[in-house]
T-cell receptor
Framework: GAVVSQHPSWVICKSGTSVKIECRSL??????MFWYRQFPKQSLMLMAT?????????EQGVEKDKFLINHASLTLSTLTVTSAHPEDSSFYIC????????????????FGEGSWLTVV | QKEVEQDPGPLSVPEGAIVSLNCTYS??????FMWYRQYSRKGPELLMY????GNKEDGRFTAQVDKSSKYISLFIRDSQPSDSATYLC???????????FGTGTSLTVIP
């Protein structure tokens, strides 16, 4: 299946600093990528939808100035958590939409491995 | 009403059992249906993909879609301890449309 790579897998940062998480589609072009946050034993919470070359669309309640999303190419989207605080500690996951389809999957999304962020 | 409803479980079965996981939905425009498996502390992995109604089989996994009842299922035959994970259903109306996820069902297969 399609591969989406997310980096770093885990990161620890000091309160007040910024951290960047990368999401790459390795074998397909993704015009649309999604960013999620997941708390322990809870479902995925969509944060924003990122379209290549345009501004991201944020879900209600998600601070766009805090969670900066850049989708500068068809294979790369980045999430930057600015001025991170301990309450931002979470599991962040990206996914990429595959329009072309592999094995008949014409419109589906593939997830990255996730990034654990701990703010101390 | 949520777009997608999924029983969170937890579901616990003995090894070798047949597992049935289900989701219901309210939007009749949904055409693309997916099942993902998520191991603890990992990103979800695409297991099965179905377009429109019908059945699809892949090894021990069978996905069923009943659009008339707005109901989808994932069956796991001869369940293994390695199947222990959270299973998420997801669906979409098509290209350019949002994906909607169930809350996930936690499955434990006991050796």
């Amino acid at each position: 299946g399609a591969v989406v790579s997310q980096h770093p897998s885990w990161v620890i940062c000091k309160s007040g600093t910024s951290v960047k998480i990368e999401c790459r589609s390795l074998d397909f072009q993704a015009t649309t990528m999604f960013w999620y946050r997941q708390f322990p034993k809870q479902s995925l919470m969509l944060m924003a939808t990122s379209n290549e070359g345009s501004k991201a669309t944020y879900e209600q309640g998600v601070e766009k100035d805090k969670f900066l999303i850049n989708h500068a190419s068809l294979t790369l989207s980045t999430l930057t958590v600015t001025s991170a605080h301990p309450e931002d500690s979470s599991f962040y996951i990206c996914s990429a939409r595959d329009h072309v389809g592999r094995q008949g999957a014409g419109n589906t999304i593939y997830f990255g491995e996730g990034s654990w962020l701990t703010v101390v | 009403q949520k777009e997608v409803e999924q029983d969170p479980g937890p579901l616990s079965v003995p090894e070798g059992a047949i597992v049935s996981l289900n989701c219901t939905y309210s939007n009749s425009a949904f055409q693309y249906f997916m099942w993902y498996r998520q191991y603890s502390r990992k990103g979800p992995e695409l297991l099965m993909y179905t377009y429109s109604s019908g059945n699809k089989e892949d090894g021990r996994f069978t996905a069923q879609v009943d659009k008339s009842s707005k109901y989808i299922s994932l069956f796991i035959r001869d369940s293994q301890p390695s199947d222990s994970a959270t299973y998420l259903c997801a669906m979409s109306a098509g290209t350019g449309n949002q994906f909607y996820f169930g809350t996930g069902t936690s499955l434990t297969v006991i050796p």
